[in-house]
Protein backbone atom coordinates (compact mmCIF):
# COMPACT_ATOMS: atom_id res chain seq x y z
CA UNK A 1 0.00 0.00 0.00
CA UNK A 2 1.18 3.29 -0.98
CA UNK A 3 -0.41 5.28 2.10
CA UNK A 4 1.07 6.90 5.31
CA UNK A 5 0.67 3.53 7.65
CA UNK A 6 -0.97 3.24 10.85
CA UNK A 7 1.03 1.36 13.32
CA UNK A 8 1.33 1.03 17.34
CA UNK A 9 4.48 3.62 16.66
CA UNK A 10 2.15 6.02 15.25
CA UNK A 11 -1.19 5.77 17.90
CA UNK A 12 1.17 6.68 20.85
CA UNK A 13 2.59 9.76 18.51
CA UNK A 14 -0.96 10.71 17.21
CA UNK A 15 -2.88 9.53 20.58
CA UNK A 16 -1.47 13.07 23.38
CA UNK A 17 -1.67 15.18 20.27
CA UNK A 18 -5.78 14.22 19.67
CA UNK A 19 -6.36 14.19 23.02
CA UNK A 20 -4.78 17.60 22.84
CA UNK A 21 -6.40 19.48 19.78
CA UNK A 22 -9.68 17.80 20.76
CA UNK A 23 -10.20 17.54 24.19
CA UNK A 24 -13.66 15.48 25.29
CA UNK A 25 -14.32 13.63 21.94
CA UNK A 26 -14.46 10.24 21.83
CA UNK A 27 -11.68 8.56 19.28
CA UNK A 28 -10.45 4.67 18.00
CA UNK A 29 -7.40 3.24 17.03
CA UNK A 30 -8.26 0.02 15.19
CA UNK A 31 -5.08 -2.16 14.79
CA UNK A 32 -5.91 -5.92 14.66
CA UNK A 33 -4.59 -8.11 12.33
CA UNK A 34 -7.70 -7.71 10.27
CA UNK A 35 -8.04 -4.05 10.14
CA UNK A 36 -3.89 -3.48 10.11
CA UNK A 37 -3.65 -0.05 8.71
CA UNK A 38 -7.40 0.36 8.50
CA UNK A 39 -8.36 3.70 10.26
CA UNK A 40 -8.19 6.04 13.18
CA UNK A 41 -11.86 7.62 13.99
CA UNK A 42 -12.26 10.66 15.75
CA UNK A 43 -16.14 11.72 16.70
CA UNK A 44 -17.47 15.08 15.37
CA UNK A 45 -19.26 17.93 17.66
CA UNK A 46 -21.90 15.31 17.60
CA UNK A 47 -20.95 12.30 20.28
CA UNK A 48 -22.36 9.52 18.01
CA UNK A 49 -20.38 7.19 16.16
CA UNK A 50 -22.32 7.06 13.33
CA UNK A 51 -20.82 10.28 11.98
CA UNK A 52 -17.32 10.89 12.41
CA UNK A 53 -13.92 11.29 11.25
CA UNK A 54 -11.66 9.03 9.64
CA UNK A 55 -8.05 8.64 8.72
CA UNK A 56 -8.55 5.90 5.98
CA UNK A 57 -6.23 4.05 3.37
CA UNK A 58 -4.52 7.37 3.15
CA UNK A 59 -7.22 10.04 3.23
CA UNK A 60 -9.07 12.07 6.31
CA UNK A 61 -12.69 11.83 5.18
CA UNK A 62 -16.39 12.55 7.25
CA UNK A 63 -18.19 9.16 7.07
CA UNK A 64 -22.10 8.83 7.72
CA UNK A 65 -22.89 5.70 8.48
CA UNK A 66 -25.42 3.68 10.37
CA UNK A 67 -29.14 5.98 10.97
CA UNK A 68 -27.08 8.84 9.18
CA UNK A 69 -27.09 6.64 5.97
CA UNK A 70 -31.15 6.58 6.04
CA UNK A 71 -33.59 8.88 4.49
CA UNK A 72 -34.98 10.15 7.75
CA UNK A 73 -31.00 12.12 7.71
CA UNK A 74 -31.19 13.76 4.51
CA UNK A 75 -31.41 17.01 5.92
CA UNK A 76 -27.78 16.57 7.48
CA UNK A 77 -26.66 15.23 4.55
CA UNK A 78 -28.44 17.52 2.04
CA UNK A 79 -26.31 20.76 4.14
CA UNK A 80 -22.94 19.20 4.41
CA UNK A 81 -22.93 18.18 0.22
CA UNK A 82 -24.01 21.69 0.09
CA UNK A 83 -21.11 23.32 2.58
CA UNK A 84 -18.75 20.84 1.00
CA UNK A 85 -19.56 22.54 -2.74
CA UNK A 86 -17.23 25.35 -1.71
CA UNK A 87 -14.18 23.23 -1.18
CA UNK A 88 -12.20 22.30 -4.38
CA UNK A 89 -10.03 19.89 -2.11
CA UNK A 90 -13.38 17.70 -0.88
CA UNK A 91 -14.91 15.20 -2.98
CA UNK A 92 -18.14 12.40 -2.09
CA UNK A 93 -17.38 8.87 -2.66
CA UNK A 94 -19.86 5.60 -2.07
CA UNK A 95 -20.17 4.45 2.04
CA UNK A 96 -22.55 2.54 3.73
CA UNK A 97 -25.90 2.88 1.74
CA UNK A 98 -25.23 6.06 -0.18
CA UNK A 99 -23.78 7.62 -3.22
CA UNK A 100 -22.30 10.17 -1.19
CA UNK A 101 -21.50 8.56 2.40
CA UNK A 102 -18.19 10.03 3.15
CA UNK A 103 -16.37 12.76 2.50
CA UNK A 104 -13.00 13.12 1.60
CA UNK A 105 -10.33 15.80 1.94
CA UNK A 106 -7.82 15.18 -1.27
CA UNK A 107 -4.72 16.43 0.77
CA UNK A 108 -1.97 13.75 1.03
CA UNK A 109 -1.22 12.58 4.34
CA UNK A 110 2.84 12.31 5.20
CA UNK A 111 2.70 12.35 9.11
CA UNK A 112 0.81 12.59 12.02
CA UNK A 113 0.38 16.02 12.20
CA UNK A 114 -1.00 16.27 8.76
CA UNK A 115 -3.69 14.05 10.07
CA UNK A 116 -4.35 16.37 12.46
CA UNK A 117 -4.39 18.83 9.86
CA UNK A 118 -6.93 17.32 8.16
CA UNK A 119 -9.65 16.92 11.15
CA UNK A 120 -8.92 20.59 11.91
CA UNK A 121 -9.92 21.31 8.17
CA UNK A 122 -13.36 18.82 8.39
CA UNK A 123 -14.27 20.13 11.34
CA UNK A 124 -14.41 23.88 10.77
CA UNK A 125 -16.03 22.88 7.87
CA UNK A 126 -18.85 20.53 9.43
CA UNK A 127 -18.94 21.04 13.32
CA UNK A 128 -20.81 24.42 12.65
CA UNK A 129 -23.50 22.07 10.34
CA UNK A 130 -23.61 19.63 12.99
CA UNK A 131 -23.99 21.59 15.80
CA UNK A 132 -27.21 22.55 14.45
CA UNK A 133 -28.31 18.92 14.76
CA UNK A 134 -26.62 17.99 18.43
CA UNK A 135 -28.15 17.48 21.76
CA UNK A 136 -25.44 18.97 23.61
CA UNK A 137 -24.20 22.91 23.61
CA UNK A 138 -20.27 22.39 23.67
CA UNK A 139 -18.50 24.76 21.67
CA UNK A 140 -15.90 23.92 19.17
CA UNK A 141 -12.81 24.28 20.93
CA UNK A 142 -9.36 23.74 19.59
CA UNK A 143 -5.90 24.52 21.42
CA UNK A 144 -2.93 24.89 18.68
CA UNK A 145 -0.37 22.01 19.10
CA UNK A 146 2.93 23.84 19.96
CA UNK A 147 6.06 23.64 17.34
CA UNK A 148 8.84 22.27 17.72
CA UNK A 149 10.84 25.68 17.86
CA UNK A 150 9.23 26.97 20.61
CA UNK A 151 11.60 24.42 22.97
CA UNK A 152 14.09 26.57 21.78
CA UNK A 153 12.86 30.43 21.67
CA UNK A 154 11.37 32.26 24.41
CA UNK A 155 7.26 31.85 23.50
CA UNK A 156 6.07 34.64 22.11
CA UNK A 157 4.24 37.56 23.93
CA UNK A 158 0.38 36.44 24.13
CA UNK A 159 -1.79 38.83 22.32
CA UNK A 160 -4.87 37.60 24.39
CA UNK A 161 -8.29 39.16 23.65
CA UNK A 162 -11.60 39.44 25.36
CA UNK A 163 -13.63 40.12 22.24
CA UNK A 164 -13.42 40.91 19.16
CA UNK A 165 -11.04 43.22 18.01
CA UNK A 166 -9.57 44.82 15.12
CA UNK A 167 -7.00 47.82 13.77
CA UNK A 168 -5.50 48.26 10.60
CA UNK A 169 -1.57 47.91 10.82
CA UNK A 170 1.32 48.86 8.26
CA UNK A 171 3.73 46.17 7.28
CA UNK A 172 6.52 47.29 9.43
CA UNK A 173 4.39 47.11 12.57
CA UNK A 174 2.78 43.92 12.37
CA UNK A 175 4.35 41.34 15.05
CA UNK A 176 6.23 38.91 12.66
CA UNK A 177 8.46 38.17 15.57
CA UNK A 178 5.22 37.02 17.63
CA UNK A 179 3.31 35.13 14.45
CA UNK A 180 2.59 31.44 14.59
CA UNK A 181 1.51 28.93 11.63
CA UNK A 182 -0.63 26.29 13.33
CA UNK A 183 -0.21 22.52 12.19
CA UNK A 184 -3.69 22.92 11.53
CA UNK A 185 -3.08 25.20 8.55
CA UNK A 186 -3.00 24.12 4.82
CA UNK A 187 0.57 23.92 3.33
CA UNK A 188 1.93 26.77 1.85
CA UNK A 189 0.38 26.61 -1.85
CA UNK A 190 1.20 30.02 -3.31
CA UNK A 191 3.63 29.30 -6.23
CA UNK A 192 5.79 31.01 -8.85
CA UNK A 193 2.99 32.88 -10.38
CA UNK A 194 1.38 34.04 -7.37
CA UNK A 195 4.70 35.69 -5.97
CA UNK A 196 5.39 37.47 -9.07
CA UNK A 197 1.56 38.87 -9.01
CA UNK A 198 1.87 40.44 -5.98
CA UNK A 199 5.32 42.18 -6.52
CA UNK A 200 3.82 43.53 -9.89
CA UNK A 201 0.51 44.27 -8.30
CA UNK A 202 2.90 46.10 -5.49
CA UNK A 203 5.16 48.06 -8.19
CA UNK A 204 2.00 49.04 -9.83
CA UNK A 205 1.11 50.83 -6.89
CA UNK A 206 3.85 52.50 -5.77
CA UNK A 207 2.16 55.66 -6.64
CA UNK A 208 -0.59 55.66 -3.73
CA UNK A 209 -0.28 56.85 -0.47
CA UNK A 210 -2.00 53.44 0.81
CA UNK A 211 -2.23 50.38 -0.44
CA UNK A 212 -4.55 47.42 1.07
CA UNK A 213 -3.30 43.87 1.09
CA UNK A 214 -6.13 42.36 2.61
CA UNK A 215 -7.23 40.81 6.11
CA UNK A 216 -4.81 38.82 8.33
CA UNK A 217 -7.41 37.02 11.37
CA UNK A 218 -5.96 35.98 14.46
CA UNK A 219 -6.52 33.69 17.01
CA UNK A 220 -3.97 35.13 19.98
CA UNK A 221 -0.48 34.55 17.91
CA UNK A 222 -1.62 32.12 15.55
CA UNK A 223 -2.88 32.82 11.96
CA UNK A 224 -6.07 31.50 11.13
CA UNK A 225 -6.76 32.82 7.69
CA UNK A 226 -4.00 35.07 5.62
CA UNK A 227 -1.00 32.76 6.47
CA UNK A 228 -0.11 32.57 2.58
CA UNK A 229 -0.03 36.31 2.40
CA UNK A 230 2.72 36.28 5.47
CA UNK A 231 4.94 33.68 4.19
CA UNK A 232 4.88 35.35 1.05
CA UNK A 233 5.73 38.48 2.85
CA UNK A 234 8.28 37.32 5.04
CA UNK A 235 10.19 35.62 2.00
CA UNK A 236 10.57 38.93 0.25
CA UNK A 237 11.48 40.55 3.62
CA UNK A 238 14.00 38.09 3.82
CA UNK A 239 15.45 38.74 0.33
CA UNK A 240 15.51 42.13 0.84
CA UNK A 241 17.53 42.22 3.76
CA UNK A 242 19.76 39.95 2.90
CA UNK A 243 20.40 42.95 0.07
CA UNK A 244 23.83 44.36 0.79
CA UNK A 245 22.63 47.98 1.01
CA UNK A 246 19.37 47.57 2.57
CA UNK A 247 22.04 45.09 5.14
CA UNK A 248 24.08 48.01 6.01
CA UNK A 249 20.95 50.34 6.72
CA UNK A 250 20.55 50.07 10.52
CA UNK A 251 16.90 51.82 10.54
CA UNK A 252 15.76 48.16 9.64
CA UNK A 253 17.43 46.42 12.34
CA UNK A 254 14.14 45.77 14.40
CA UNK A 255 12.27 44.34 11.68
CA UNK A 256 15.22 42.39 10.09
CA UNK A 257 15.21 40.79 14.34
CA UNK A 258 11.87 40.13 13.91
CA UNK A 259 11.56 38.26 10.74
CA UNK A 260 14.64 36.26 11.37
CA UNK A 261 12.91 35.36 15.01
CA UNK A 262 9.61 34.79 12.75
CA UNK A 263 11.79 31.98 10.44
CA UNK A 264 13.30 30.23 13.16
CA UNK A 265 9.84 29.33 14.36
CA UNK A 266 8.18 28.16 11.44
CA UNK A 267 8.76 25.19 10.67
CA UNK A 268 7.59 23.74 7.56
CA UNK A 269 6.96 19.71 7.46
CA UNK A 270 5.08 18.96 4.34
CA UNK A 271 7.01 18.57 1.49
CA UNK A 272 4.99 20.69 -0.83
CA UNK A 273 5.13 23.74 1.40
CA UNK A 274 8.93 23.13 1.38
CA UNK A 275 9.46 23.15 -2.29
CA UNK A 276 7.50 26.25 -2.86
CA UNK A 277 9.23 28.10 -0.25
CA UNK A 278 12.60 27.18 -2.20
CA UNK A 279 10.78 28.10 -5.36
CA UNK A 280 9.69 31.23 -4.44
CA UNK A 281 12.99 32.24 -2.76
CA UNK A 282 14.62 31.67 -5.88
CA UNK A 283 11.98 33.86 -8.10
CA UNK A 284 12.14 36.57 -5.62
CA UNK A 285 15.81 36.53 -6.15
CA UNK A 286 15.50 36.68 -10.29
CA UNK A 287 13.06 40.02 -9.42
CA UNK A 288 16.25 41.47 -6.83
CA UNK A 289 16.21 44.10 -9.57
CA UNK A 290 12.51 45.48 -9.35
CA UNK A 291 13.25 45.51 -5.00
CA UNK A 292 15.29 48.35 -3.91
CA UNK A 293 15.11 50.82 -1.20
CA UNK A 294 12.14 52.51 -2.55
CA UNK A 295 10.24 49.43 -3.44
CA UNK A 296 10.92 47.89 0.59
CA UNK A 297 9.72 51.72 1.74
CA UNK A 298 6.55 51.53 0.55
CA UNK A 299 5.79 47.58 1.58
CA UNK A 300 6.58 48.55 5.00
CA UNK A 301 4.69 51.68 5.51
CA UNK A 302 2.30 52.17 3.04
CA UNK A 303 1.04 48.79 2.58
CA UNK A 304 -1.78 47.59 5.17
CA UNK A 305 -3.48 44.68 6.74
CA UNK A 306 -6.80 44.47 8.10
CA UNK A 307 -5.85 42.57 11.50
CA UNK A 308 -8.81 40.47 13.47
CA UNK A 309 -8.23 39.42 16.75
CA UNK A 310 -10.95 36.69 18.21
CA UNK A 311 -10.77 35.70 21.81
CA UNK A 312 -10.83 31.73 21.16
CA UNK A 313 -10.21 29.41 18.07
CA UNK A 314 -13.72 28.78 16.97
CA UNK A 315 -15.05 32.42 16.50
CA UNK A 316 -11.91 32.88 14.63
CA UNK A 317 -13.13 29.87 12.43
CA UNK A 318 -16.85 31.32 12.57
CA UNK A 319 -15.52 34.80 11.03
CA UNK A 320 -12.91 33.09 8.52
CA UNK A 321 -16.00 30.76 7.40
CA UNK A 322 -18.19 34.57 7.21
CA UNK A 323 -15.30 36.00 4.84
CA UNK A 324 -14.38 32.84 2.73
CA UNK A 325 -17.63 30.51 2.50
CA UNK A 326 -20.41 31.49 3.90
CA UNK A 327 -22.93 33.57 1.26
CA UNK A 328 -22.56 33.10 -2.16
CA UNK A 329 -19.29 32.30 -3.59
CA UNK A 330 -17.66 35.15 -5.70
CA UNK A 331 -17.84 34.25 -9.17
CA UNK A 332 -14.61 34.80 -11.58
CA UNK A 333 -16.15 37.84 -12.94
CA UNK A 334 -16.46 39.53 -9.42
CA UNK A 335 -12.77 39.01 -9.40
CA UNK A 336 -12.11 40.71 -12.68
CA UNK A 337 -14.29 43.67 -11.36
CA UNK A 338 -13.06 44.40 -8.70
CA UNK A 339 -9.35 44.08 -9.97
CA UNK A 340 -9.95 46.03 -13.00
CA UNK A 341 -12.20 48.87 -11.06
CA UNK A 342 -8.89 49.33 -9.75
CA UNK A 343 -6.83 49.92 -12.36
CA UNK A 344 -8.42 52.70 -12.79
CA UNK A 345 -7.45 55.84 -11.47
CA UNK A 346 -10.11 58.42 -12.60
CA UNK A 347 -13.64 56.99 -13.01
CA UNK A 348 -14.83 59.06 -16.49
CA UNK A 349 -18.34 59.16 -17.76
CA UNK A 350 -17.93 56.04 -20.29
CA UNK A 351 -17.00 54.11 -17.47
CA UNK A 352 -19.78 55.03 -15.09
CA UNK A 353 -22.11 54.03 -17.97
CA UNK A 354 -19.91 50.60 -18.67
CA UNK A 355 -20.34 49.90 -14.62
CA UNK A 356 -24.06 50.61 -14.46
CA UNK A 357 -24.62 48.32 -17.67
CA UNK A 358 -22.30 45.50 -15.69
CA UNK A 359 -24.65 45.56 -12.79
CA UNK A 360 -27.59 45.13 -14.72
CA UNK A 361 -26.22 42.34 -16.27
CA UNK A 362 -28.02 38.78 -14.78
CA UNK A 363 -25.23 36.98 -12.99
CA UNK A 364 -26.21 33.95 -14.97
CA UNK A 365 -25.63 35.83 -18.04
CA UNK A 366 -22.00 36.75 -17.45
CA UNK A 367 -21.23 33.60 -16.12
CA UNK A 368 -22.19 32.48 -19.29
CA UNK A 369 -20.38 35.34 -21.46
CA UNK A 370 -17.21 34.93 -20.07
CA UNK A 371 -17.28 31.33 -19.91
CA UNK A 372 -17.59 31.84 -24.21
CA UNK A 373 -14.88 33.87 -23.92
CA UNK A 374 -12.41 32.29 -22.15
CA UNK A 375 -13.04 28.61 -24.26
CA UNK A 376 -13.22 31.02 -27.34
CA UNK A 377 -9.36 31.91 -26.30
CA UNK A 378 -8.46 28.73 -25.37
CA UNK A 379 -9.27 26.71 -28.15
CA UNK A 380 -8.21 29.34 -30.41
CA UNK A 381 -4.70 28.56 -28.86
CA UNK A 382 -5.34 25.04 -29.10
CA UNK A 383 -5.38 25.07 -25.11
CA UNK A 384 -8.45 22.71 -22.71
CA UNK A 385 -11.41 25.62 -21.86
CA UNK A 386 -13.33 23.16 -20.43
CA UNK A 387 -14.64 25.38 -17.04
CA UNK A 388 -13.43 29.11 -16.32
CA UNK A 389 -12.69 29.29 -12.37
CA UNK A 390 -11.26 31.35 -10.25
CA UNK A 391 -7.48 29.99 -11.16
CA UNK A 392 -8.21 31.10 -14.38
CA UNK A 393 -9.08 34.91 -15.12
CA UNK A 394 -5.35 35.78 -15.16
CA UNK A 395 -6.30 35.27 -18.80
CA UNK A 396 -8.47 38.33 -18.65
CA UNK A 397 -5.62 40.95 -17.39
CA UNK A 398 -3.32 42.19 -19.40
CA UNK A 399 -0.92 45.33 -19.56
CA UNK A 400 -1.40 48.49 -17.78
CA UNK A 401 -0.78 51.88 -19.51
CA UNK A 402 1.85 52.89 -17.11
CA UNK A 403 3.96 49.37 -17.83
CA UNK A 404 6.97 49.28 -19.87
CA UNK A 405 6.85 49.84 -23.44
CA UNK A 406 7.45 46.34 -24.89
CA UNK A 407 7.47 45.73 -28.66
CA UNK A 408 4.10 43.08 -28.11
CA UNK A 409 2.67 46.28 -26.02
CA UNK A 410 3.28 48.76 -28.56
CA UNK A 411 -0.20 47.85 -31.13
CA UNK A 412 -1.99 47.88 -28.09
CA UNK A 413 -1.08 51.21 -26.50
CA UNK A 414 -1.27 52.41 -30.38
CA UNK A 415 -4.70 51.71 -31.00
CA UNK A 416 -5.55 52.88 -27.25
CA UNK A 417 -4.18 56.06 -27.72
CA UNK A 418 -5.39 56.77 -31.09
CA UNK A 419 -8.56 55.55 -31.10
CA UNK A 420 -9.02 58.04 -27.86
CA UNK A 421 -7.36 61.28 -30.03
CA UNK A 422 -10.17 60.53 -32.12
CA UNK A 423 -13.09 60.20 -30.66
CA UNK A 424 -11.88 62.99 -28.06
CA UNK A 425 -11.17 65.20 -31.15
CA UNK A 426 -13.92 68.79 -31.41
CA UNK A 427 -14.60 67.83 -34.30
CA UNK A 428 -16.67 64.25 -33.39
CA UNK A 429 -18.79 67.16 -31.49
CA UNK A 430 -19.78 67.91 -35.13
CA UNK A 431 -20.06 64.56 -37.16
CA UNK A 432 -21.11 62.62 -34.04
CA UNK A 433 -18.93 59.68 -35.10
CA UNK A 434 -16.54 57.93 -32.81
CA UNK A 435 -13.60 54.95 -33.42
CA UNK A 436 -13.94 52.07 -30.77
CA UNK A 437 -11.57 50.29 -30.02
CA UNK A 438 -9.89 47.37 -32.65
CA UNK A 439 -10.79 44.32 -30.17
CA UNK A 440 -9.91 40.99 -31.05
CA UNK A 441 -10.79 37.93 -28.81
CA UNK A 442 -6.97 36.40 -28.58
CA UNK A 443 -5.37 39.77 -28.26
CA UNK A 444 -4.13 41.03 -24.82
CA UNK A 445 -6.49 43.02 -22.87
CA UNK A 446 -5.60 46.49 -21.75
CA UNK A 447 -6.71 47.08 -17.89
CA UNK A 448 -9.18 49.14 -16.22
CA UNK A 449 -11.25 51.36 -18.40
CA UNK A 450 -10.54 48.92 -21.78
CA UNK A 451 -11.81 45.81 -19.85
CA UNK A 452 -15.31 47.30 -19.15
CA UNK A 453 -15.61 48.86 -23.03
CA UNK A 454 -14.08 45.12 -24.22
CA UNK A 455 -17.27 43.48 -22.09
CA UNK A 456 -19.65 45.96 -23.37
CA UNK A 457 -18.23 45.42 -26.96
CA UNK A 458 -18.11 41.64 -26.44
CA UNK A 459 -21.76 41.93 -24.87
CA UNK A 460 -23.16 42.98 -28.17
CA UNK A 461 -21.30 40.84 -30.24
CA UNK A 462 -22.30 37.31 -27.95
CA UNK A 463 -25.90 38.84 -27.96
CA UNK A 464 -26.35 38.79 -31.60
CA UNK A 465 -24.73 35.29 -32.25
CA UNK A 466 -26.62 33.16 -29.74
CA UNK A 467 -30.35 35.30 -30.26
CA UNK A 468 -30.63 35.95 -33.83
CA UNK A 469 -34.21 36.83 -33.54
CA UNK A 470 -34.04 39.46 -31.28
CA UNK A 471 -30.62 41.12 -32.00
CA UNK A 472 -29.16 40.46 -35.42
CA UNK A 473 -30.75 43.18 -37.95
CA UNK A 474 -34.26 42.08 -39.56
CA UNK A 475 -33.12 44.44 -42.28
CA UNK A 476 -29.51 42.00 -42.81
CA UNK A 477 -31.30 39.96 -45.68
CA UNK A 478 -28.52 37.93 -46.30
CA UNK A 479 -28.44 36.66 -42.15
CA UNK A 480 -32.58 35.97 -42.44
CA UNK A 481 -32.04 33.28 -44.77
CA UNK A 482 -29.73 29.75 -43.42
CA UNK A 483 -27.84 31.41 -40.57
CA UNK A 484 -30.71 33.23 -38.94
CA UNK A 485 -32.69 29.54 -39.70
CA UNK A 486 -30.02 27.37 -38.29
CA UNK A 487 -29.61 29.68 -35.56
CA UNK A 488 -33.39 30.30 -34.80
CA UNK A 489 -33.25 25.82 -35.03
CA UNK A 490 -31.01 25.42 -32.54
CA UNK A 491 -32.52 28.01 -30.16
CA UNK A 492 -35.90 25.95 -30.05
CA UNK A 493 -35.60 22.25 -31.51
CA UNK A 494 -36.73 20.06 -28.75
CA UNK A 495 -33.48 18.56 -27.61
CA UNK A 496 -31.50 21.18 -27.60
CA UNK A 497 -31.42 21.36 -23.04
CA UNK A 498 -29.70 17.65 -22.91
CA UNK A 499 -26.58 17.90 -21.74
CA UNK A 500 -24.22 16.66 -24.92
CA UNK A 501 -26.57 19.27 -26.61
CA UNK A 502 -25.82 21.96 -24.48
CA UNK A 503 -22.03 20.99 -25.06
CA UNK A 504 -21.95 21.19 -28.90
CA UNK A 505 -23.49 24.51 -28.56
CA UNK A 506 -21.28 25.96 -26.73
CA UNK A 507 -18.60 24.91 -29.38
CA UNK A 508 -21.39 25.76 -31.99
CA UNK A 509 -20.80 29.33 -30.58
CA UNK A 510 -17.54 30.02 -29.91
CA UNK A 511 -16.83 29.19 -33.17
CA UNK A 512 -19.12 31.50 -34.89
CA UNK A 513 -18.22 34.46 -31.84
CA UNK A 514 -14.25 33.76 -33.12
CA UNK A 515 -15.29 34.03 -37.00
CA UNK A 516 -17.09 37.23 -36.18
CA UNK A 517 -14.62 38.67 -33.99
CA UNK A 518 -12.02 38.87 -37.01
CA UNK A 519 -14.16 38.38 -40.04
CA UNK A 520 -17.50 40.60 -38.94
CA UNK A 521 -20.49 38.96 -41.02
CA UNK A 522 -18.90 38.59 -44.26
CA UNK A 523 -20.25 35.86 -45.78
CA UNK A 524 -22.14 34.94 -42.58
CA UNK A 525 -24.42 32.85 -44.37
CA UNK A 526 -21.98 29.93 -46.10
CA UNK A 527 -19.89 30.28 -42.51
CA UNK A 528 -22.76 29.40 -40.53
CA UNK A 529 -23.82 26.49 -42.21
CA UNK A 530 -20.06 25.32 -42.03
CA UNK A 531 -19.37 25.70 -38.32
CA UNK A 532 -22.88 23.84 -38.12
CA UNK A 533 -21.90 20.94 -40.49
CA UNK A 534 -18.64 21.11 -38.69
CA UNK A 535 -19.99 21.02 -35.19
CA UNK A 536 -23.35 18.93 -35.35
CA UNK A 537 -22.30 15.84 -36.87
CA UNK A 538 -20.66 15.46 -33.80
CA UNK A 539 -24.03 15.66 -31.76
CA UNK A 540 -26.02 13.18 -34.43
CA UNK A 541 -22.94 10.28 -34.44
CA UNK A 542 -22.74 10.16 -30.83
CA UNK A 543 -24.97 8.34 -28.57
CA UNK A 544 -23.29 10.63 -25.71
CA UNK A 545 -21.26 13.54 -25.90
CA UNK A 546 -19.02 14.69 -22.78
CA UNK A 547 -17.52 18.00 -22.20
CA UNK A 548 -14.33 16.04 -23.08
CA UNK A 549 -15.54 14.92 -26.34
CA UNK A 550 -16.31 19.21 -27.36
CA UNK A 551 -12.88 20.22 -25.48
CA UNK A 552 -11.09 17.31 -27.27
CA UNK A 553 -12.46 18.35 -30.87
CA UNK A 554 -11.94 22.03 -30.37
CA UNK A 555 -8.26 21.39 -29.73
CA UNK A 556 -7.52 18.77 -32.05
CA UNK A 557 -9.71 19.89 -34.66
CA UNK A 558 -9.06 21.99 -37.98
CA UNK A 559 -11.87 24.57 -37.56
CA UNK A 560 -10.50 26.81 -34.79
CA UNK A 561 -6.95 26.56 -36.33
CA UNK A 562 -8.63 27.50 -39.85
CA UNK A 563 -10.05 30.78 -38.52
CA UNK A 564 -7.26 31.69 -36.73
CA UNK A 565 -5.04 31.57 -39.66
CA UNK A 566 -7.63 32.27 -42.17
CA UNK A 567 -6.46 35.61 -44.67
CA UNK A 568 -10.23 35.64 -45.99
CA UNK A 569 -13.39 33.99 -45.55
CA UNK A 570 -13.10 31.76 -48.56
CA UNK A 571 -9.96 29.65 -46.60
CA UNK A 572 -12.95 28.68 -44.41
CA UNK A 573 -15.47 28.15 -46.53
CA UNK A 574 -13.20 25.91 -49.04
CA UNK A 575 -12.61 23.52 -45.57
CA UNK A 576 -13.78 19.98 -46.28
CA UNK A 577 -16.40 18.35 -43.94
CA UNK A 578 -16.88 14.72 -43.62
CA UNK A 579 -19.82 13.62 -45.06
CA UNK A 580 -22.07 11.59 -42.74
CA UNK A 581 -23.68 7.96 -43.65
CA UNK A 582 -25.46 7.00 -40.61
CA UNK A 583 -26.89 8.80 -37.45
CA UNK A 584 -26.89 7.72 -33.76
CA UNK A 585 -30.22 5.75 -32.30
CA UNK A 586 -31.08 9.01 -30.06
CA UNK A 587 -29.88 11.39 -33.05
CA UNK A 588 -32.77 14.79 -32.75
CA UNK A 589 -35.25 14.56 -36.15
CA UNK A 590 -35.09 18.14 -36.52
CA UNK A 591 -31.27 18.34 -36.74
CA UNK A 592 -31.56 15.35 -39.31
CA UNK A 593 -33.34 16.93 -41.44
CA UNK A 594 -31.59 20.16 -41.22
CA UNK A 595 -28.18 18.43 -41.75
Known amino acids: MGYFKITPDLQ ?36 DADIHYEYYQGYVELHLEGKYSTYEYNPIWRELVSESSKY ?14 RCRYNFSILSADDIISGYYFLSRIFDPILQKYANRDDEIEAEIVESECDEILPPPDKMKVLKLKYQVLYIK ?119 NLQFLDFLLSRCQFVVVQLPNISEAFQFFDSQNARGKDLEPHDLLKAFHLREIKDISQSDRENITAWQDFDTQYLVSLFLSLYRTKQWSRNNSGREFTKQDVDIF ?31 RKIDKSSMEFPFQIDQICINGSRFFDMIRHYDVLYKRIINAEEYLPFSDSAFQTSAHQIISLLNNYKNRNRKGDIYVRALFDCLLLYYVDRF ?56 SIPSLTEYARNADEQLKELF
Open 520 to 575: GFAEINKITRKIFLYVYRIRLVHFSVQLSTIDNEAITGKLFRTIRDAKSPYDIINL
Open 397 to 427: KGISLDDKRYPFYMQQIICHYFSTLYSDDIA
Open 173 to 291: DLPFENFIIPQFQRPYKWGIKNVNQLINDLISFMGNDEYRLGTLVLHENNIVDGQQRIITLALLLYSLFNKKEILENNSYLELQNKIQVFWKRTKFKNPHSIGHVRENLTIIEERKDDL
Open 12 to 47: TELEPKIKKAFPNRYYLFELNHYHNNRFILLNTIID
Open 88 to 101: PELSWHRWSDRNQG
